[in-house]
T-cell receptor, first 114, second 112 residues
Framework: GAVVSQHPSWVICKSGTSVKIECRSL??????MFWYRQFPKQSLMLMAT?????????EQGVEKDKFLINHASLTLSTLTVTSAHPEDSSFYIC??????????FGPGTRLTVT | LAKTTQPISMDSYEGQEVNITCSHN???????ITWYQQFPSQGPRFIIQ???TKVTNEVASLFIPADRKSSTLSLPRVSLSDTAVYYC?????????????FGDGTTLTVKP
């Protein structure tokens, strides 16, 4: 199947700093990528839909100025958590859709804000 | 987006067949049913997808009745490594929106 990678796999940052997470589709082009957040023992929660060459669409309750999404190419989307706080600590997962409308998920990025 | 309901947890033993049922009463005509598996601290992994009747691949089968208001994921002869959370998703497949809403999932525990 198609492969989606994320970098970094885990990151620790200080409160108030910004962190960038990359999501790449390694062997296919993805016009649409999705970003999810998952807290311990909970399900995945969709944060935003990232479309190549256009602005991301954010889900209700997700601050677009705090979670900046850039889908610069057909294989790369980035999520930047700005001015991170401890409550932003979570597991962030991206997914990418293939031309055939199949959705593949990345391995996730564990963010810890101290 | 159609809401899904699954059992919170299930227990099984190695070698048994496991059936996990998902209810999706408000499924729309264009909606597909997709199942994912997730291990701790990993992204979800695609298992199987179907629209109606029965779909089978090398790891699972998916049974969908005629009214499509529910579906059953069948895992044959489970092993300890099948212990994971299983999510049932319902959503339009061939659409630009195409986003998936995850329900609470079913935590399957396989015992020796």
């Amino acid at each position: 199947g198609a492969v989606v990678s994320q970098h970094p796999s885990w990151v620790i940052c200080k409160s108030g700093t910004s962190v960038k997470i990359e999501c790449r589709s390694l062997d296919f082009q993805a016009t649409t990528m999705f970003w999810y957040r998952q807290f311990p023992k909970q399900s995945l929660m969709l944060m935003a839909t990232s479309n190549e060459g256009s602005k991301a669409t954010y889900e209700q309750g997700v601050e677009k100025d705090k979670f900046l999404i850039n889908h610069a190419s057909l294989t790369l989307s980035t999520l930047t958590v700005t001015s991170a706080h401890p409550e932003d600590s979570s597991f962030y997962i991206c997914s990418a859709r293939t031309v055939g409308d199949e959705q593949y998920f990345g391995p996730g990025t564990r963010l810890t804000v101290t | 987006l159609a809401k899904t309901t699954q059992p919170i947890s299930m227990d099984s033993y190695e070698g048994q067949e496991v059936n996990i049922t998902c209810s999706h009463n408000n499924i729309a005509t264009n909606d597909y049913i997709t199942w994912y598996q997730q291990f701790p601290s990993q992204g979800p992994r695609f298992i199987i997808q179907g629209y109606k009747t029965k779909v089978t691949n090398e790891v699972a089968s998916l049974f969908i009745p005629a009214d499509r208001k529910s579906s059953t994921l069948s895992l044959p002869r489970v092993s300890l490594s099948d212990t994971a959370v299983y999510y049932c998703l319902v959503g339009a497949r061939r659409t630009n929106a195409g986003k998936s809403t995850f329900g609470d999932g079913t935590t399957l525990t396989v015992k020796p």
